[in-house]
């Protein structure tokens, strides 16, 4: 476990109240196997970075993009501070050197611990928050979150990939997309699903999830790809 003076010296924030900084990095997982810790969870960091970061992100891009309508800024905003992105900044912090989780918790990767991460980075903005105010923690969101804003808007992040490919297959093939369940397998609360997209009758990709949502959106991703629509 690496030492948080350790990132407080990489993000050159040096905390007041160490407290707050290590409760950020507390996953509640971690207090089921040790009792006596003395501090709580993070979810109410979370809670509270959840609330500065939309503030924070929202004022700047309200103020940015005069012109821009409330819809194309929410959609922005939305891929600015989704899971992937908090845990792929998580993950560039490496935030995961100082989580305190249980035994379990620590050997889950993936998905688990992508939403632990985003997570973390939430509770980690909270506690910034309590400790420096908002003109410190706005800095860390502006130099860590509003730095992808560029990436976001060059690589259409804030449109999803059914969104994309729809938008696509109308544009150059005057076709929308269909999907369909090619095979379903599991039982009903681990269920798992393999989904084929359709221009007409082409099959151009399939794409596999624990939702129809998740496996749509990758069968969607695939076909992109497969067409090479940018």
Same mark, same amino acid.
């Given at each position: 476990?690496a030492?948080l003076? #350790?990132?407080e010296?990489?993000?050159?924030?040096?905390?007041?109240n160490?407290?707050? !900084? #290590?409760?950020a990095?507390?996953?509640?997982?971690?207090?089921n196997?040790?009792?006596d810790?003395?501090?709580?969870h993070?979810?109410?960091?979370?809670?509270?970075g959840? =609330?500065v !970061?939309?503030?924070v992100?929202t004022?700047?891009?309200?103020?940015?993009y005069?012109?821009k309508?409330?819809?194309e800024?929410?959609a922005?905003?939305?891929? !600015?501070?989704?899971?992937?992105?908090?845990?792929?900044?998580?993950?560039?912090?490496?935030?995961s050197?100082?989580?305190?989780l249980? %035994?379990g918790?620590a050997k889950?990767?993936?998905?688990?611990?992508?939403?632990?991460?985003?997570? *973390?980075?939430e509770?980690f903005?909270?506690?910034?928050?309590l400790?420096?105010?908002l003109?410190?923690?706005?800095?860390f969101? *502006?130099?860590?979150?509003?730095?992808?804003? =560029?990436?976001?808007?060059?690589?259409?992040l804030?449109l999803d990939s059914?969104s994309?490919?729809?938008?696509? =297959?109308?544009?150059?093939?005057?076709i929308?997309?269909t999907y369909?369940?090619?095979?379903?397998w599991?039982?009903?609360?681990?269920? %798992?699903? %393999?989904?084929?997209?359709y221009?007409?009758?082409?099959?151009v990709?399939n794409?596999?999830?624990s939702?129809k949502?998740?496996?749509?959106?990758?069968?969607?991703?695939?076909?992109? =790809?497969?067409?090479?629509?940018?």
């Amino acid at each position: 476990m690496a030492e948080l003076s #350790q990132l407080e010296s990489t993000l050159k924030l040096p905390f007041k109240n160490k407290d707050l !900084l #290590q409760q950020a990095f507390v996953h509640r997982s971690y207090l089921n196997e040790n009792r006596d810790f003395h501090l709580q969870h993070n979810e109410r960091l979370e809670f509270l970075g959840d =609330a500065v !970061l939309e503030l924070v992100v929202t004022e700047y891009l309200y103020s940015k993009y005069p012109d821009k309508p409330e819809g194309e800024l929410t959609a922005w905003r939305a891929a !600015l501070v989704n899971t992937k992105m908090l845990s792929s900044i998580g993950r560039e912090l490496n935030f995961s050197d100082y989580l305190l989780l249980s %035994h379990g918790e620590a050997k889950e990767e993936g998905k688990a611990r992508d939403y632990i991460l985003a997570n *973390t980075v939430e509770a980690f903005i909270g506690a910034l928050y309590l400790d420096q105010g908002l003109k410190n923690s706005g800095k860390f969101i *502006t130099t860590y979150i509003l730095s992808k804003l =560029a990436g976001v808007l060059e690589d259409e992040l804030f449109l999803d990939s059914k969104s994309r490919f729809q938008e696509l =297959a109308q544009e150059k093939a005057a076709i929308t997309p269909t999907y369909t369940v090619l095979k379903e397998w599991g039982p009903d609360h681990a269920k %798992h699903f %393999h989904i084929g997209v359709y221009l007409d009758k082409e099959l151009v990709a399939n794409g596999e999830g624990s939702s129809k949502q998740e496996a749509e959106q990758n069968a969607a991703k695939n076909a992109l =790809a497969e067409k090479n629509w940018k």
